[in-house]
């Protein structure tokens, strides 16, 4: 299998005043291309401080993180910023659109950060809406927009540099359970497609849509299985959302 993300025994220990948190504890584990990862736990329990380490948000304070066999721990800033402008697509919960701008134009963001002309900006954001199913709606603005139709233009905006992987953070949190499915098929079929989804979720109904569960308890894996994903189907109505 062509692996894409390797963790090699990762701890990483906050200082807070005189208190040492350690919210990493030695994870290893890997991810091939095209798996659709769900990374679960409560709250404390690591995997939010392990998708900022996956993001390149952060580092570790020892053990190392290959992203495409290549150490981030050995890259400079400019270099890591680099590394999430080009290989790293992220969708968060919240959305994270720019209120006051046309769909289009907040897919093509990413673009503008990598200094893309103008007329290829605008063919492969069109190119990753027409993905979500959003080419309809390019010029729209985000109050224009449902909820899952900003998660989808988020998608888009995650997929319009063409990354290795795509980073989704409770992508589902603020979303109704019908959108959920809908926002899961897209998920599905963009993984279908060869793209690498690595999602973190405390919902297990939405990890039922990934086939493979990594669980973190107190810093540590304490489970690591794969599954057969539920398939997720969307209703007929989904472009009208």
Do not use: W
């Not at 005043?17 to 350690?22: A, F, I, L, N, P």
């Amino acid at each position: 299998m062509d692996e894409v993300v390797r963790l090699n025994d990762v701890v990483k220990i906050y200082t807070m005043g005189e208190e040492r948190v350690e919210a990493m504890k030695g994870v290893s584990f890997t991810v091939n291309r095209g798996e659709f990862v769900s990374i679960m736990g409560a709250s404390g329990s690591g995997k939010s401080t392990c998708m900022n380490i996956l993001g390149c948000l952060d580092v570790p304070t020892s053990g190392s993180y290959l992203l495409d066999g290549v150490n981030v721990g050995e890259l400079s800033a400019d270099a890591l910023a680099e590394v999430r402008n080009k290989k790293l697509g992220f969708v968060f919960q919240g959305f994270n659109l720019l209120a006051r701008t046309t769909a289009r134009q907040n897919v093509e963001l990413p673009l503008v950060y990598a200094q893309i002309p103008a007329a290829e900006r605008k063919a492969r954001a069109l190119e990753a809406l027409e993905k979500v199913g959003l080419a309809s709606r390019e010029g729209h603005y985000s109050n224009q927009l449902s909820g899952g139709q900003q998660q989808r233009v988020a998608i888009a905006r995650a997929l319009v540099n063409r990354p290795s992987i795509i980073l989704a953070d409770e992508p589902t949190g603020n979303l109704d359970s019908r959108t959920t499915i809908e926002i899961m098929a897209i998920f599905q079929e963009l993984n279908r497609q060869g793209i690498t989804i690595i999602m973190v979720t405390h919902e297990p109904d939405v990890a039922e849509f990934t086939s493979r569960h990594i669980i973190f308890r107190d810093g540590l894996i304490i489970s690591d299985e794969q599954f057969q994903a539920k398939t997720a189907v969307p209703s007929a109505e989904v472009d009208k959302r």
